[in-house]
């Protein structure tokens, strides 16, 4: 059929346009994040990519939400500032009748948005969990990058070596600054090499020198070595001993184990999906244009509307970890009142009602005296 291909061909241009914008503005965005986390020693600097691709595929459903939602506003706001709609509505066509191959085009990212906010999302983020945790675990001397000053994972040594040898266990100029004890240590030789002894592994100092100071500023002590050795063995990454986070968790997992935290992750979970849902209706009811006005005030409220609609599930999240409302209630009260609201909204602009048409129906017709 004419109308339902012709409106399918448009949304998917400015869908598309729309997505490839929207998913380079967060990718730019998540890659500022991660360079930041991993000049931090929060991340592998060489995962830091990685890191990226999972935080945008995280954040897809909203991306994709919001494509969706902007490309319908801004299709049926084109057409009605260009009188095609005029065309469609003498044609037979109502406001109502647009219903179908909207949601045609949009069942398959609707399933998409679904998809990535129960399964992908929490699957995501255990990879960038799991990168932290093994990056954080690592020993301090693979923490270390050549020519640059690195903190020990414990936080109390900070570590510089210039590893100008092909061989991983060994390096140059040496200098380790640690606080233990309530002494603060200044290490510094010109070469070291990692050794196993009886399981754990030292970092063996050749030709350097020692400085012990109190931190109130006494007992100084300087000492020379021709060798010393320090303990930098690590802890052994125990998965089970890590409890994951809410927003690791699976969704049936989450289902299992109803308890208010658990319960506020999936009402954000399952809100992304009825949010897409809904924002196919509200961006019906809300793309009519005067066709001598511009565009850009439907845009400005759609953005609007969005940013509110999801301010609010976030919202709601926190609230229902409080306790302070239970999850089927807010599910009904937010997504099912905006949906009925969007079902009303869209009712008026299709049967045109009107405070001006609802009183003249109701006022009484007067008779004509015959002359």
């Known amino acids: ?46 995962e830091v ?44 066509q109502g406001l109502a009748g647009f219903v179908g191959p909207l949601f045609r085009f949009s069942w398959p990212v609707l399933l998409v948005i679904s998809v990535l906010a129960l399964a992908v999302w929490p699957w995501s983020n255990r990879q960038i969990q799991d990168m932290k945790d093994r990056f954080e675990k690592r020993g301090d001397i693979e923490r270390v990058s050549p020519g640059l000053f690195q903190e020990s994972a414990g936080g109390n040594r900070v570590f510089f070596i210039d590893k100008d040898s092909r061989d991983s266990r060994t390096g140059k100029n040496i200098f380790i600054s640690e606080t233990e004890s ?21 970092l063996m100092l050749s030709n350097g020198q020692r400085v012990e100071n109190g931190t109130n500023g006494t007992d100084l002590k300087v000492s020379d070595f021709e060798e010393y050795g320090t303990r930098i063995g690590v802890r052994a990454l125990d998965a089970a001993a890590i409890a994951p986070a ?10 299992r184990d109803p308890t208010a935290p658990n319960l506020g992750e999936l009402a954000w979970r399952m809100g992304l999906a009825l949010a897409a849902l809904n924002f196919v ?11 001598r006005a511009g565009r850009s005030g439907n845009l400005l409220f759609a953005l609007f509307s969005f940013v509110v609609y999801y301010d609010t599930i976030n919202l709601g999240q926190s609230w229902i970890e409080a306790g302070k409302i239970g999850f089927p209630g807010f599910m009904l009260a937010l997504h099912g009142g905006v949906l009925g609201m969007a079902l009303l909204w869209l009712a008026k602009r299709h049967y045109q009602w009107s405070l001006r048409n609802l009183l003249a129906s109701r006022r009484p017709v007067v008779a004509q005296p015959e002359t």
């Open 182 to 202: 309530g002494k603060e240590k200044v290490t510094s030789a010109r070469g070291g090499r990692i050794e196993t002894i009886t399981g754990d592994r030292f």
């Open 281 to 291: 209706v509200i961006a019906l009811a809300i793309s009519v244009v005067n066709p």
């Open 49 to 92: 990519m990685m890191v990226m691709g999972y935080s945008v595929l995280g954040h897809l459903p909203t991306i994709l939400t919001l494509s969706l939602f902007i490309a319908i506003v801004a299709t049926l706001s084109r057409m009605y500032s260009e009188s095609e709609m005029v065309i469609w509505f003498s044609s037979g």
């Open 246 to 255: 809410r927003a690791a968790l699976d969704t049936v997992v989450l289902l």
């Open 1 to 46: 059929m004419l109308f339902h291909s012709s409106i399918r061909k448009e949304l998917a241009r400015s869908f598309g346009a729309t997505l490839v914008v929207l998913v380079t503005v967060v990718m730019t965005m998540m890659l500022i994040r991660s360079l930041g986390q991993a000049s931090r020693g929060s991340v592998n600097p060489s």
